[in-house]
């Protein structure tokens, strides 16, 4: 009995030592400072990420005003763009009216100048008597030919030039193409219609270059 009590008691002694022994060992005392620098810089980074979380925020709100400023700009650029494009195909529209224009137009001046002659010739032609326009007569006659033959003429180059005659006589007056002298009845005329041309009128390519100066039936 007293020999297993002595044994039980070196056992106790010994496991005392051994728990001393660890504890008080060089490798664990130098473990620890390790664990705490670990838990200690576990804790830092924490502190130091939630410190960095503002100023990303922050960051991230700059870059994200900066974008829509960005595009902001963009639409601007890209509506003043549009209409700069739109400007320069109008103006180039209009430069190719003009230059169209200028074609077709430009003669009408010398046009305009021709115009006398062919009233001459038209007048020349009217005011001779067409009985006296005989064989007998041969200078007359050749001279009343050579007359027509150059109105005709005129009025073929006219033509080719898009310059084209006004004779509105028995049609509605047009105040766009003709030019009232005056308004009287007229026996057999249509009340508002051309009932005497004194001197007919040109059209240039459909432009009124010279109206017709008539004058105008009206009701009795």
């Given amino acids: 009995m007293h020999s297993a009590q002595s044994k039980m008691a070196s056992l106790c002694v010994r496991a005392v030592r051994q728990s001393y022994s660890l504890v008080a060992s060089p490798a664990l005392i130098r473990a620890s400072p390790r664990l705490l620098c670990t838990a200690t810089q576990q804790k830092n980074g924490s502190s130091e990420e939630e410190a960095e979380k503002p100023e990303q925020n922050a960051a991230e709100k ?24 739109a400007d320069t195909e109008n103006l180039r529209t209009r430069s190719q009216k003009m230059i169209e224009d200028a074609k077709l137009y430009g003669i009408q001046g010398f046009c305009k100048d021709l115009l ?4 001459i010739l038209e007048k020349a032609t009217e005011s001779v008597p067409k009985e006296e326009v005989t064989s007998q007569n041969p200078h007359l006659k050749n001279l009343y030919d050579g007359l027509v033959m150059t109105e005709v003429q005129i009025q073929k180059v006219f033509t ?26 007229v026996e057999g005329k249509e009340p508002g219609s051309v009932a005497i ?24």
Wanted: proline share 6%; no cysteine.
């Fill in 62 to 85: 700059a870059l994200l005003e900066e974008k829509t400023q960005l595009e902001e700009q963009l639409k601007d650029m890209t509506e003043k763009y549009k209409r700069a494009l």
């Fill in 116 to 119: 006398e002659v062919a009233d």
């Fill in 160 to 185: 080719k030039h898009g310059l084209v005659k006004l004779n509105p006589e028995g049609q509605k007056f047009d105040p766009y193409e003709h030019e009232a002298l005056f308004h009287a009845p």
């Fill in 197 to 220: 041309v004194t001197k007919v009128g040109y059209k240039l390519h459909g432009r009124t270059l010279r109206p017709a100066l008539v004058g105008v039936a009206k009701a009795p």
